[in-house]
């Protein structure tokens, strides 16, 4: 058990909508990332927040934003859905300091 | 950026055998190296890691190699059992990145009884 929580676990999207999938930490890592893994591939860094800051970012689109809360939790949004979008998106806790790296249990989205 | 390739893609073994996944990276600064064991529709769960300061590191029937100088890493496992039917991801990162991990593509192992 990481201890990481991620919501909702699945849902369907139609193409051009707008999703946002949420994340929190019972330990409190003030550390957050999110990652795309798209079917048979291994996963992709998104982006991630220190501190409530955006703090590095993988090749992916503006459309893919992200906030992280006084709390350290946080949320993935993806503006103007696309078919490939579908995917798992998980998010990760903990490495700061070299410390280790958990996921949660991810959120599984489809694009219709 | 980091790259990191990962080989075989696909390894088939004898339950009882043992199983070699290797992994290259390219970033000489990267010193976290952790390698994440994947069932079909669930979460990467870590298995192991280990850090540039150390060349070795075992757990039981897993056990990872660095060798920093050839930028490559090696994970272990020995007398496989069904239950070890996964994939297999290995990543490396810098520790000062934070949670920014590159991951190879990943290796589905099969452990025939």
């Known amino acids: 058990e990481t201890g990481v929580t991620q919501s909702p676990t699945h849902l369907i999207k139609t193409r051009g909508q707008q999703v946002t999938l949420r994340c929190s930490s019972q330990?409190?890592?003030?550390?957050v990332s999110w990652y795309q893994q798209a079917l048979g591939q291994g996963p992709q860094f998104i982006f991630q927040?220190?501190?409530?800051?955006?703090?590095g970012r993988g090749n992916f689109p503006p459309r893919f934003s992200g906030l992280q809360f006084p709390n350290y939790s946080s949320e993935l949004n993806v503006n103007a859905l696309e078919l490939d979008d579908s995917a798992l998106y998980l998010c990760a806790t903990g490495g700061e300091s070299g410390n280790t790296i958990y996921f949660g249990e991810g959120s599984w989205l489809t694009v219709v | 950026g980091e790259n990191v390739e990962q080989h075989p893609s696909t390894l088939s073994v004898q339950e009882g055998d043992s199983a070699v996944i290797k992994c290259t990276y390219s970033d000489s600064a990267s010193n976290y190296f952790p390698w994440y064991k994947q069932e079909l529709g669930k979460r990467p769960q870590l298995i192991i890691d280990?850090?540039?300061?150390?060349g070795e590191k075992k757990d039981q029937r897993i056990a990872v190699t660095l060798n920093k100088t050839a930028k490559h890493f090696s994970l272990h496992i020995t007398e496989t059992q069904p239950e070890d039917s996964a994939v297999y991801f290995c990543?490396?990162?810098?520790?000062?990145?934070?949670?920014?991990?590159?991951f190879g593509g990943g290796t589905r192992v099969l452990v025939k009884p």
């Open positions: 990543a490396a990162s810098r520790a000062a990145a934070g949670n920014k991990l590159t």
């Open positions: 330990s409190g890592h003030n550390t």
């Open positions: 927040y220190y501190r409530e800051e955006e703090n």
């Open positions: 280990i850090r540039s300061n150390v």
